[in-house]
């Protein structure tokens, strides 16, 4: 040990070996730097901040209130987008829609971190039927609901009632959610053979809703097992059904596959939604994401 000692200290101090420890000292520093940044943890492309384009476009229709709300949150820990459509047959629509969109976007901002989606729907869900319910003081009221969440390429959603969440992907619009109205129970009922169709297609009470926000038997929301895996290009839609009862799916995905921002095909949506002039034209809100995953 010892002589081993004396001789690397006479190589040390030789000093026409000078450049050579220069040259080891620097591949050394560079094994140590290479070495350092391999036990660092890569960060994964689902936890990168999310570039997502929103477009939106409502109108009011024939009817004397809007009823319909919607916002949405962008945080860097994801993305979320909220739609209700307050019943407008009862007085209390209005606020009922305000009323939940506004705590969805309050407990997600409140957040640190992107959510467990079932947890965050459940929860939000149930402080959204509460606050509806003092909201209202006993006045008739109730809201449908969808939302999403994106995560890198992850589409995580939440619904009840009938607003419709679609994916836009390659020309064709792709149903995610499903209705909750008596119409999706009478065909569950036609296809399990309990009733006959013309039974199914006659039920004058098919479009009534049977479980919406803001009363007392409200359960839960569907909340999607697993996330949609979103494809480049694809674009998310979430609408009202003044929206898909207005327009035809032709129609949706002619302005859908033009090459326009998200806010201009909502607008153009819109517009031909209000070009048609129905007579009973239904509130009519859509929300559009796409890029960025």
């Known amino acids: 040990m010892g002589a081993a000692v004396s001789t690397f200290m006479i190589l040390w101090n030789?000093?026409?070996?000078?450049?050579?420890?220069?040259?080891?000292a620097g591949c050394l520093s560079i094994g140590l730097l290479l070495f350092v940044r391999s036990r660092i943890?890569?960060?994964?492309?689902?936890?990168?901040?999310?570039?997502?384009?929103?477009g939106n476009g409502q109108t009011i229709g024939a009817r004397s209130e809007q009823d319909d709300y919607f916002a949405c949150a962008v945080e860097p820990y994801g993305v979320l987008a909220v739609l209700a459509d307050g019943i407008s047959g009862l007085s209390g629509g209005k606020v009922a829609s305000t009323t939940a969109v506004e705590t969805f976007i309050r407990e997600f901002e409140a957040l640190d971190r992107f959510p467990d989606p079932d947890?965050?729907?459940?929860?939000?869900?149930?402080?959204a039927n509460q606050a509806i319910l003092r909201n209202l003081l006993g006045v008739p009221g109730g809201t449908t609901l969808v939302s999403v969440m994106i995560r890198g390429r992850n589409l995580y959603w939440g619904?009840?009632?009938?607003?419709?969440?679609?994916?836009?992907?390659?020309?064709?619009?792709?149903?995610?959610?499903?209705?909750?109205?008596?119409e999706s129970q009478?065909?569950?009922?036609?296809?399990?053979?309990?009733?006959?169709?013309?039974e199914a297609l006659d039920n004058p009470q098919r479009k009534r809703l049977v479980n919406y926000l803001g009363y007392d038997h409200f359960k839960q929301m569907e909340i999607a097992d697993e996330p949609f895996a979103l494809h480049p290009a694809d674009k998310i839609v979430l609408c009202s059904d003044g929206v898909y009862n207005s327009l035809t799916e032709m129609e949706l995905e002619t302005i859908l596959a033009q090459s326009i921002p998200p806010f201009d095909a909502?607008?153009?949506?819109?517009?031909?939604i209000e070009e048609k002039q129905l007579v009973h034209q239904d509130n009519a809100t859509i929300i559009i994401l796409e890029q960025g995953w």
């Open 266 to 272: 909502a607008q153009a949506i819109i517009d031909l």
């Open 186 to 198: 009478l065909e569950e009922q036609y296809m399990s053979g309990q009733i006959s169709e013309q």
């Open 41 to 54: 943890p890569v960060r994964q492309r689902d936890d990168r901040p999310v570039g997502v384009q929103i």
């Open 119 to 127: 947890e965050f729907w459940s929860e939000s869900a149930h402080l």
């Open 159 to 182: 619904a009840v009632g009938d607003s419709v969440l679609s994916v836009f992907r390659q020309g064709e619009l792709i149903p995610i959610n499903h209705k909750h109205t008596l």
């Open 14 to 24: 030789d000093k026409e070996l000078t450049p050579y420890w220069v040259i080891l």
